[in-house]
């Protein structure tokens, strides 16, 4: 089969890894894909929100499927107009991709259904919304409806900063159409983890658990970012909680889109965090997640061609996952001053040596060939992802690797999966 994956980041380095390794592929290109994915597929000059020509592309080259990675393109219909081409095309349609671009419809989603999520109410006018946090009081959460970038969430501790956030949004439109409208909601407390679903339109499959570090610095301190690493899997998602999902989120979601007549094909990402009273759905995404999809593609047993294509083909009741029960810890290399301002185009050095490290695998999120050298290029540069025999062997070997990369003005976190080996300690 040829294929094609669409995106840049660390996440499509990793998805076009796995693809390279199945028996099933002939061609492999990744558009725009990055100084990584360079050397395992051909890179084509595309942007990701290049609808028109990525279709072009690939009505041309024959592609088989087509994988999509970031949400974008997803929420901008590009499923749809594949769809309409023709061609074959793995993630949801418009309307299914609104359960990430669109925070009210994902909300009200989850009500309908009963899925245990934070008490939440939606406006569209500002006066309302501040008159509703007046009400409620801090610590309260305000999020803008559409894509933001991962910036449309503020956990507001005081009035002002709350008023802030609906003032930006709303009479400022500083996120333009996507903070038109806002979710004011109940603010949680609690453990974060990620659990990512695949699904036909009828059958779901889990994917290994996850958990991410947004903040960029240890301690879980600092500003928010696109990711600063990740471990799989996640401990303090149990199997029961993962029946439960099963049974309470992700089928009822399947259904409910397959009812409607418009089923939902593609990945289900459920961002949760486990609260003293059971687990809130705090988000869903309508694709894999980065850095997540680092941690859990190398510990996936099964050919991830084969479940892509069968998932794009309504046949995923015959495939089963199969994981493998080592650990893994992605730590992602930042370049100084991210997620702020950073200069690009630094030498990389000492990848060769880091992938010595016994199961490393590298991952490119930031980077480009500058002729045969390979240059930082981007906010986030390196996914570092070691494997072991549980987090400490997983940490250890991501570590030894960290330690042999040099990029000038390197930055990244010591303490990735502190949650996890506390939850060894303890145990
Ligand atoms: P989201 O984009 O909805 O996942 O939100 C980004 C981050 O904001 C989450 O990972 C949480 O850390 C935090 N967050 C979102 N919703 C809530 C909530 N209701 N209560 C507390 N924190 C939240
Ligand atoms: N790591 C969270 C996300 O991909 O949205």
């Known amino acids: 089969?040829?294929?094609?994956?669409?995106?840049?980041?660390?996440?499509?380095?990793?998805?076009?890894?796995?693809?390279?390794?199945?028996?099933?592929?002939?061609?492999?290109?990744?558009?725009?894909?990055?100084?990584?994915?360079?050397?395992?597929?051909?890179?084509?000059?595309?942007?990701?929100?290049?609808?028109?020509?990525?279709?072009?592309?690939?009505?041309?080259?024959?592609?088989?499927?087509?994988?999509?990675?970031?949400?974008?393109?997803?929420?901008?219909?590009?499923?749809?107009?594949?769809?309409?081409?023709?061609?074959?095309?793995?993630?949801?349609?418009?309307?299914?991709?609104?359960?990430?671009?669109?925070?009210?419809?994902?909300?009200d989603l989850m009500r309908k259904l009963g899925i245990p999520t934070a008490d939440f109410e939606v406006f569209d006018s500002p006066e309302k919304a501040m008159d509703d946090v007046a009400r409620k009081g801090v610590p309260i959460v305000v999020k803008v409806d559409g894509l933001a970038g991962g910036k449309g969430v503020t956990v507001a501790t005081s009035m002002p900063k709350a008023m802030e956030a609906i003032h930006l949004a709303?009479?400022?439109?500083?996120?333009?159409?996507?903070?038109?409208?806002?979710?004011?909601?109940?603010?949680?407390?609690?453990?974060?983890?990620s659990v990512i679903a695949v699904t036909d339109g009828k059958t779901v499959r889990l994917l290994a658990s996850s958990q991410d570090h947004k903040r960029a610095h240890d301690g879980d301190q600092g500003p928010n970012t696109g990711g600063m690493g990740s471990y799989s899997p996640a401990p303090i998602v149990s199997a029961e909680l993962e029946k439960e999902l099963l049974d309470k989120v992700f089928y009822p979601i399947v259904r409910d889109f397959a009812a409607s007549g418009r089923p939902y094909t593609g990945f289900i990402f459920a961002g949760l965090m486990l609260t003293p009273k059971g687990y809130r759905v705090l988000e869903f995404n309508a694709r894999l997640g980065d850095p997540e999809t680092q941690v859990i593609l190398p510990r996936l047993r099964t050919d991830l061609l084969e479940v892509l294509d069968a998932a794009a083909s309504g046949r995923l009741a015959d495939v089963e996952l199969g994981w493998s029960d080592e650990d893994c810890v992605c730590v992602v290399m930042v370049a100084g001053g991210y997620p702020g301002d950073y200069e690009t185009g630094k030498r990389i050095s000492g990848l060769s040596e880091a992938e010595r490290v016994p199961g490393l695998q590298v991952f490119h999120a930031g980077t480009r060939l500058d002729g045969t050298t390979l240059v930082t290029a981007g906010g986030r540069v390196l996914n570092i992802v070691g494997r072991g025999r549980g987090i400490l062997e997983a940490l250890s070997a991501t570590y030894a690797a960290v330690d042999k990369v040099f990029f000038e003005g390197m930055y990244y976190r010591k303490d990735i999966a502190h949650r996890a080996t506390r939850a060894k300690a303890a145990r």
């Open 1 to 107: 089969m040829k294929v094609l994956v669409i995106g840049n980041g660390g996440r499509e380095h990793a998805i076009a890894w796995k693809l390279s390794l199945s028996p099933k592929l002939t061609r492999l290109y990744v558009a725009p894909g990055n100084g990584g994915t360079a050397s395992i597929a051909v890179n084509v000059d595309i942007p990701a929100k290049d609808i028109e020509g990525l279709l072009k592309f690939c009505k041309k080259e024959g592609i088989d499927l087509v994988v999509v990675g970031p949400e974008a393109p997803l929420t901008e219909g590009i499923v749809d107009r594949f769809r309409a081409e023709g061609l074959r095309i793995f993630g949801p349609d418009r309307y299914g991709a609104q359960l990430e671009g669109s925070k009210a419809f994902s909300k």
């Open 170 to 193: 709303m009479v400022k439109k500083v996120f333009g159409k996507a903070g038109e409208r806002v979710v004011i909601e109940e603010c949680l407390e609690g453990d974060e983890a």
